[in-house]
């Protein structure tokens, strides 16, 4: 029984099929979320991403 939603690689529609795409056949990737954990690796990385995105996106001047 099919369990967690998968991405085609080639026509980026989501489907739950085990081996390959119903729509083109081509293979599937998982797309699952990373775990949360209160102990973040990727906090210096993420965090400036963002802070830099809403800047531009809301033109905010510091």
Known sequence: MPSRLKRCMK???YT???DKCNFCG???EKIAP???SLED???QFRIPYFKEKM???FNILD
Do not use: D, G, T
Request: aromatic share 12%; with cysteine; glycine share 0%.
């Open 11 to 13: 026509c980026k529609q």
């Open 16 to 18: 739950i099929a085990e």
């Open 26 to 28: 081509a293979s599937l």
């Open 34 to 36: 990373p775990r949360f």
């Open 41 to 43: 690796k990727y906090q």
């Open 55 to 57: 800047k531009n996106k």
